[in-house]
């Protein structure tokens, strides 16, 4: 993570940061947590997470006005992980990574009765959708703007298969298509997910469950 002031007059920051739980995590370095901007400087800091964690942060600006927060002050950062949990289909079924296969490139992805497992844990992070193993809900290259197009798990990459728009309870791919069930099994655990072009029915309608 990065933070830069770049306001005109002198601003005082606090870092804090915490895991995904919200607990205080380790603390930050020594002059990363904490400083302050005078007029017209542009000052930086940064902090590079541990692998293997996340860690969410909290910039709190203060001006010398006492003006609070980031109203006028502009703010670089890559935010972490927005944890999603489960994502529930139409038919009342969860987002399911299949479990043999889970920490597999091509894993198969499903749906199956909830169960708040890790094959159904998804983090919505910078329009990704990672399964917890690690895994990016992908579609098919090759046939990613054909309806029927599998929907599987894969390494993550940052392609346009890997990018995902959640809205008014639809998930929309990067190329336009929609995260869709299997009409005929929506109902059926292992019932397969796939995308199609967005047309507003239950087997493309999700939710989101913390």
Known sequence: ??????A???VFWDVEMTDETGQTAEALPAGAGRGDTGVGLRVSNSYTVPGGVTRCFRVKARTERGTQGCLSEKWSNRACATTVGSIRGGAGLCLDADAAAQTTNGGKVQVW??????QQHWNVDNK????GAGKCLDVDAATQTA???KVQVWDCNG???QKWTVQNGTIRSGAGKCLDVDAATQR?????????DCNGTLQQTWNQTP
């Open 8 to 10: 005109s007059e002198t």
């Open 188 to 196: 059926q655990n292992g019932a397969k997910v796939q995308v199609w």
């Open 159 to 161: 392609s346009q298969q």
């Open 1 to 6: 993570m990065s933070w830069t002031d770049t």
């Open 128 to 131: 990704t959708l990672r399964s």
């Open 113 to 118: 009765d909830c169960n708040d497992t890790t």
């Open 147 to 149: 309806n029927g197009a």
